[in-house]
């Protein structure tokens, strides 16, 4: 193994990070295709899971193993149309495969078809579907929660499911859709700072958006639905190459973002029970890692003219009786299929077919993950063509052979599997009476974190390896819910534009919660939605996903965009 | 038996044995002037030879020297240990007759010196950010708990459409 560094010229790194970064409209027509590409590949996945799961229109249901596949295929068929001249753009891909999370799990569930399980969902299911394109490393993510109905009924002619979905996972999917929408108006007003002072809420500002202000909000609108947001949440900066697809496995210079992980619950459990002369943590790393910009801070300020990937999850907590800390675990089942390339390490392998493999990755996967089906010579599938189990089966067969090679390719480091992961709930009493006599010294180094969020509860000194030992005592959570939203501020046209997300294509599902936002933020969020709905200047406009025609695209909406 | 004079006579034998007799006759003498010790007179014998664990000192120390006796002048001679030693006893016999006056007090119901008390307990170690910390936490989960046992108020929020 070795660890290459790449030396990049001042003037390069200029040109990679700034220049090609300002979002001028060769740039926004880039995002624009990439998020439409999203838009169109969810909107035909839920049409699927609606056909198959709700209007009964298949024989039988959708697995996960096949949506992912579908997905795949549409993702690689739209961006195969779009971008076709090899001078105007050089890579593009997909930037997130297709990733099915059903309840508890969190993120990076993406069965391949060598996995013997048949999952289906089930009536009650909480389901989260995750994607991403890019062009030209112009990278648009998108993630939405659908609920998988019982048989519905008929209503004017039409099934319709009998009521809507309750509980916490109701509770869980209403807060994290009414946050991602405070959130990009929040983003928003980075391009309309004038209107910043409109609203009494972030008057005492100095008519800037910074990080801290984002999570104030978000955070009081889980606290008010009885949620919490899973670590892992983000609302970050995105940057052409750079969405957070490599993040554990290269730091990321100049990020900027917030992020939630296990620390902000211990935090705020402490400002709850403080009265004492208690330091409470105040989320700044230590004075030995600030050197690096890589560690992500609040302390930032929103500008116009940058792209922002909205990314919540919510969980909800009501069911559980005791207070209780909600981390993620490495799940067993299903195992990761999902890997990414690091670039940093180069080795000479020995067998065939993990050289092909690697050589595949790096001419057309490049920095974003990528699946073993991926590389198969049968993907993507063509569903219009009736011979579909036979793609099928051609595909499983291809896998086989790659997958050997696949494995030199973990062993050797030069592909690391993106974890699947689940939300746990563990109790606080546990934790506490817990003996912990490596202290935070003990070093999970299988786990992927971004650089100094590697101390999960540092108050109480708990570092992820004793965190994973306590992982017996939680009890999985009901459900998660999560809306990835990439939005682009453009300063030029004053304009929000939402690549991916939105009503047109993410309509959230029909859910009821028991809560309501609580008083503290409902003024904010009633201005908020205001701002958005009833204000001319502020323009915020969404993607739109091209017309699905029973799977197929229509030719005139075929992409014209380059 | 071989003569005294023959050729192969066992000198060194009767040599051996010459040389016991000589030295047992010697050992009885002595024991005859010796006195007797303690193991083989009895325990209660005190006109025995001093115990090898005796005390061999010069002088033992019996408490402050009385006032007339004051002046006297000694010639016997205290080793600094010993006398490290004696002042030592002397204190613990002190502590012990104090804890024993406490301990009838208590006994008897009176009241006691609120001095001794604290010198009894035990010493506490100081709380350190640990654990303040997790008895915020602590306090903390238990508000939580009280918070939950409230009802919700309001109608609650509805998204969404009745469409699939």
């Known amino acids: ?562 | 038996m071989a003569s005294k004079n023959s050729i192969n006579k066992p000198k060194g034998k009767i040599h051996a044995a010459a040389h016991s007799k000589r030295l047992n006759q010697k050992r009885a003498a002595r024991a005859k002037l010796a006195a007797p010790t303690r193991s083989s007179h009895g325990r209660y014998n005190l006109q025995t030879v001093a115990r090898p664990t005796d005390s061999k000192a010069m002088a033992l120390y019996t408490g402050a020297p009385r006032e007339q006796s004051g002046t006297t002048v000694t010639t016997s001679i205290l080793s600094k240990k010993r006398a490290k030693k004696i002042e030592r006893n002397a204190r613990y016999i002190a502590q012990r007759k104090a804890q024993l006056e406490a301990s009838r007090a208590a006994e008897s119901g009176m009241e006691m010196d609120v001095q001794t008390i604290a010198k009894r307990e035990k010493e506490v170690k100081p709380e350190t950010n640990l654990d303040k910390v997790k008895k915020v936490l602590y306090r903390a989960i238990e508000e939580a708990a009280k918070e939950k046992s409230l009802g919700v108020a309001g109608e609650g929020t509805t998204l969404g459409v009745q469409a699939f």
């Open chain 1, 1 to 562: 193994m070795q660890l290459s560094k790449l030396a990049v010229h001042p003037d390069d790194a200029d040109i990679l990070l700034k220049e090609r970064n300002t979002l001028d409209p060769v740039v926004i027509d880039k995002y624009r295709a990439a998020g439409k590409i999203a838009q169109t590949t969810l909107k035909y996945i839920i049409q699927l899971i609606n056909d198959s799961y709700h209007l009964q229109k298949t024989e039988q249901p959708y697995t996960v193993t096949e949506l992912c596949l579908l997905g795949d295929s549409m993702l690689a068929k739209l961006l195969a149309q779009s971008y076709t001249k090899k001078d105007k753009v050089r890579e593009k891909g997909i930037s997130h495969p297709v990733s099915i999370d059903v309840n508890e799990y969190v993120n990076n569930v993406s069965p391949e078809l060598y996995s013997d399980d048949v999952k289906t969902f089930a009536a009650g299911d909480v389901v989260t579907i995750s994607l991403g394109a890019q062009i030209d490393g112009y990278t648009a993510l998108a993630s939405h929660t659908i609920v998988i109905y019982p048989p519905g009924v008929l209503i004017d002619n039409e099934l319709k499911p009998e009521g809507p979905l309750l509980g916490s996972k109701a509770d869980a999917i209403v807060a994290c859709s009414i946050a991602t929408r405070a959130v990009i108006a929040l983003l928003g007003l980075a391009v309309h700072p004038e209107m910043i002072a409109w609203i009494p809420e972030l008057q005492n500002q100095s008519n800037i958006i910074t990080g801290s202000m984002i999570r104030s909000v978000v955070d009081e609108i889980a606290r008010s639905f009885q949620c919490v947001v899973v670590p892992g949440s983000k609302v970050r900066r995105v940057r052409r190459f750079l969405a957070g697809q490599a993040e554990g496995v290269v730091a990321e210079r100049e990020f900027k973002g917030v992020v939630w992980d296990e620390s902000n619950q211990e935090e705020d459990l402490l400002k709850k029970g403080s009265g004492s002369d208690l330091i409470v943590h105040d989320g700044r790393p230590a004075s030995s890692t600030d050197v690096s910009s890589a560690v992500p801070t609040d302390d930032f300020v929103v500008e116009a003219g940058e792209v922002y990937n909205v990314d919540l999850t919510f969980c909800g907590v009501s069911e559980f009786e005791e207070q209780g800390l909600i981390t993620l675990e490495l799940a067993d089942e299903p195992v990761s299929t999902v890997f990414i390339r690091d670039i940093a390490i180069t080795h000479a392998l020995r067998l065939n077919s993990a050289r092909d493999l690697i050589n595949y990755v790096d001419r057309n996967c490049s920095v974003y993950p990528f699946k073993l089906s991926h590389t198969c010579e049968a993907f993507p599938l063509k569903p219009e063509q009736d011979n579909l189990p036979e793609q099928i089966a051609a595909i499983k067969k291809e896998l086989n052979a790659r997958k050997i090679g696949l494995h030199e390719l973990t062993n050797r480091y030069l592909a690391r599997p993106k974890p699947v992961q689940l939300a746990k709930h563990i109790p606080f009493s546990t934790i506490l009476s817990a003996s912990n006599p490596t202290g935070k010294h003990g070093v999970d180094a299988s786990k992927l974190t971004l650089p100094g969020k590697e101390l999960p509860l540092p108050a109480l000194g708990v570092s992820a390896l004793k965190l994973k030992s306590l992982f017996k005592f939680g009890a999985a959570a009901t459900a998660t819910a999560r809306e990835s939203s990439t939005v682009l501020l453009n300063s030029v046209t004053k304009e929000i534009i939402k690549l991916t997300g939105g009503d047109a294509t993410a309509r959230p599902s029909w859910v009821h919660s028991k809560y309501q936002v609580s008083d503290q933020v409902a003024g904010l969020l009633t201005a908020l939605s205001k701002l958005v709905d009833e204000t001319a200047e502020f323009k915020v406009s969404e993607v739109q996903p091209m017309n699905l025609d029973a799977g197929q695209i229509s030719s005139e909406e075929k992409m014209q965009l380059d």
